[in-house]
C-alpha cells in the first residue's frame, strides 16, 4: 500500500510530446507533422517500386518530381498518414482499451520493414495470376495486423481505411488521374486493399508509439517533481 502511494499518479491526459511543450493542441500538431512527413518519405520510396515494375501509370504532363511520381501523391499520402496516425490512439482512448501489444520501437520499425516488404512483393514477385497474389498478400497483411496489433479498433480501422482508399482510387483512375496496368478490380489492381489495410495497421502503430512517448515524457517529469 505504501509502495502505492509512493508512485506518482499519471495525468489522465498526458500532456507535453518534448519538455518545452506544454499544449496538448501544440503536442498533437508536432505528432501530425511527424507522422505526415514519414507518410510522404514512404510513399515516395514505395511508389518508386510500383512506377519501376510499370505497376502505376501516371500521364506525362503530370509527372514532375526525381521520383516519376505526381506531385499530389505524396502529400496526399502524408496528410493521410497523419489523420491515421492521430486517429489509432484517439480511438484507444474513446473505446477505453489502450494498445498495450509489442509497444516499443524496435517493434514498430519491424512492422514498417514488413509493410515494405508486402508492398515490395506486390510489385517484383510473379504470380500465376492476380487471384493468387491478392490472396497471398491478404494473408500477409493479416499476419501483420496479428503479429504487431491484434486489436479490434485496430482490425476495425484497418479495414474501414482499405474501403476508403480503394473507393478513392476507383474514382481517380474513373476520371483519368493515373492507371493501373491490367486492372482486375473495377478499375484497379485486386490486391490494392490488401496494400491500404497493411498501411493503415502500419501508420496507426507508429501513431500509437509517437501518443506513448508523450506518456513516458510526462510520467518521468511526474516522478522527477
Known sequence: MAENDAMPALPKKCGPYISSVTSRGMNLVIRGIVLFFIGVFLALVLNLLQIQRNVTLFP???????FSS???????CGTASAVIGLLYPCMDRHLGEPHKFKREWSSVMRCVAVFVGINHASAKVDFANNIQLSLTLAALSIGLWWTFDRSRSGFGLGVGIAFLATLVSQLLVYNGVYQYTSPDFLYVRSWLPCIFFAGGITMGNIGRQLAMYECKVIAEKSHED
Do not use: L, Y
Open 60 to 66: 506525362p504532363d503530370v509527372i514532375t518530381s526525381i
Open 70 to 76: 505526381a506531385w499530389w501523391v505524396p502529400p496526399c
